[in-house]
């Protein structure tokens, strides 16, 4: 069943992507910015669809699941008057644009990037040629904030699940001044690709056609993928085409070619941005004097219809502006005043949400009943760990637990320091990660009812076993593994 234009493989908002538990909508924010009248919006259109809650994705969507039947014409008119829906219906599998939830608000970052998330986000929906890019076409920008898209990263520019990534460098002019440049890189499948290449901010947007273009270009005289309705993507392309002759490509589309990003040969001095990632939970300080944000987190991303409707209300009554989506499946609420945050606290206590980082972060794809590749009930065996796992264990830094219910890894965008693959309903495999790969110790089979266990004991073994506490998971485990100490031994 179609509902305006074709199905994509990934969820959108115009077509009606079934699952074994119904429909799937999936509505972008760009940049994770969504005001109080849109989300209120949303929170009508739960109640009368009968939606228990509603998502956050690791892209800053909002995702509804279970949906009986397609969305009345007029809802789609309303999603398009308030910018949630696609200007036109074709370009609606492209996927959101993504930026720091931070962005305008961060003390250290060096540009917000609101302004051009806004300016690319025009430039797709009125270009209509767009409609022939893959599904998976991403873009992501970095204004070289504390918290960065790039978390979980050893490189802080780096975010898996965008095939362009866009991050703030700086650069010493000879007379002593900084210019701002966007670094770019792409990233195809598991593999990043530095193009050696700056943008000059002001010309982000026409970068991006060109980029947008080129790939066109290629996917002219592509030869079709073998799985019907699927188009070559970026991977492909620099599998085929390589780097270089990608870039010269792009050069072609602009007035002249894009500069290099080391250019140390005249003089200038290359200052990359910092970015330590992940540290939006909890009250923070605003750039804006006298003003706070407070990072708020959700298990699994999961919003209540009444959840929403009180966070709306807190946003109109304590903040100013949009209320925000993370890449972490988590909500920002912004531009407080620094004397309200204990009743905005209070309030989300209330709703029975925190503004406290967990001492692990659990992601969790659909699984079954949702998912017709699903192996397991991810869904529900990440329910039991948060119920069973103690919310603060004092390892003074956040791990990471994923659960797959097949190897692609959805709901993980970077590497995982623990992974559950879902084998059957009974079992999951054990793997540990390196801090680049998520899959590099493999430590078995453990039964499903036994998850909670040993995932606990995993933990308290390496609380316990660990240099200091700023010695991660993953450290820990390499350590262990070249001393030829089996891991296997501290789930017993």
Sequence with gaps: ???????????????????????????????????????????????????????????????????????????????????????????????????????????????????????????????????????????????????????????????????????????????????PYFHLAFAAGKQLYDSGRLIPVEQGVEAVAALSQAYLDYLKQAAPLPQPGRRPRLKHLLADWGLEQYLQQVDGYLPQPLPEAFPLSRGKKFFAPTAVGGAHLGVHPQRQPGLAYVGVDLPLGQLTLAQLQGVLDIVAEFGQGPLRLTPWQSLIIANIREEQVEKVLERLQGLGLSGEAPDWAIAACTGKPGCSAAASTTQVEAQRLLQDLPQQLGLGRPVTIHLTACPKSCAQPGPAEITLLGLSLDTYNLYLGDGQDSWNYDLGPVATDDLSRVIARLLQSYKEQRHDRDESLSDWVRRLDEAGVPVRESLR
């Design 1 to 179: 069943m179609n509902w305006i234009i074709d199905a994509n493989p990934c969820p959108g908002l115009f077509y009606g992507t079934r699952a074994q538990d119904g429909f799937i909508l999936r509505i972008r924010t760009p940049g994770g910015q969504l005001s109080v009248s849109q989300g209120r919006a949303i929170a009508q259109w739960l109640e009368d669809w009968d939606c228990e809650s509603v998502q956050v994705t690791n892209r800053g969507n909002l995702q509804l699941r279970s949906l009986a039947s397609a969305p009345n014409p007029q809802v789609f008119a309303q999603l398009q008057c308030l910018g949630l829906g696609a200007r036109l219906p074709e370009l609606d599998h492209l996927r959101n644009i993504m930026a720091s939830p931070t962005a305008g608000i961060d003390v250290q970052e060096r540009l917000d990037t609101r302004p051009w998330v806004r300016a690319l986000d025009h430039y797709i929906q009125h270009s209509p040629h767009l409609a022939a890019l893959p599904a998976k076409f991403s873009i992501g920008l970095d204004g070289g904030g504390s918290v960065a898209i790039g978390t979980r990263s050893p490189l802080p520019w780096e975010y898996r699940y965008n095939e362009i990534q866009l991050s703030l460098v700086t650069l010493e002019e000879t007379h002593g001044e900084l210019s």
